[in-house]
């Protein structure tokens, strides 16, 4: 995937966990892991807004675009 | 939601019933068409005897042609069966846009067009029979048959848009 969630390294720079996002922002562990390990196909504004607010960041501090493949899914 | 499932649930008992008596009359066919060559002379004279005008070597060769068009018929009937129990079986589940369902109604669509096939050899079989009554009216070919060839792709291609959609959404947090 061509875009790059970089989750943890701004998790790491606020010296907060995983599980304390999840808290904060109400969303579960396992969806935000989904998010962090790259798994996630989408994510809703409404997810992002949250982050973003909790993380005092900008989407373009979560979210990077970088060299890679588009992954094509088949029929 | 509850009626619904035991609709669905009887549907399966149905297909499973079909599913064991397609296989037994396969079975049945094979048996009937080989043994059809030792009790050749048995066959003919019980012909001969009820329909004494008609070619007899024609109408055993026909009745050995049907039975094995019944065996070949089994094959697609069998894809039918067995993956419409498993598409059921996801809908039970509440699986019923799980991807390999499009495969499945796909593979549905290539059986009904196999069985919609077989009307050509049966067509070149009947012939075989002249002079017993059986004549082609037209009734074998039927347009509710190949649309519903149409209507299984259509329903598969549906299946994979549904599949992808609960992909995305299974990825969005």
Known sequence: ???????????????????????????????????????????????????????ECQPGDILVHGPGEVEEDED | MGRRDRILRFTVVVLRVLLVLNIAFAAAFVIAALVSFPLHDMLAARIVGKYPAV?????????????????????????????LIAVIGT????????????RRVRAIGWALLAIQLLDVPLLLIIPNFA??????????????????VLVAFVLARVFAEGAALREDLEGTV
């Open chain 1, 1 to 55: 995937m061509a875009v790059l969630v970089r989750l943890d390294e701004v998790l790491q720079a606020r010296r907060m966990t995983l599980t304390e996002l999840a808290q904060a922002v109400d969303i579960t562990l396992a969806n935000l892991s989904i998010l962090k390990t790259g798994k996630a196909r989408a994510i809703r504004f409404t997810t992002l807004d949250a982050i973003c607010r909790v993380l």
């Open chain 2, 55 to 83: 070619d007899v070597e024609r109408v055993v060769t026909g009745i050995r042609a049907l039975l094995l068009l019944g065996v070949a018929a089994a094959v697609p009937a069998h894809i039918i069966f067995s993956r």
């Open chain 2, 91 to 102: 809908v039970l589940a509440g699986e019923t846009f799980a991807s390999p369902n499009a």
């Open chain 2, 131 to 148: 002079g017993m009554g059986v004549r082609v009216d037209g009734s074998s070919i039927s347009i509710g048959g190949w649309l519903s």
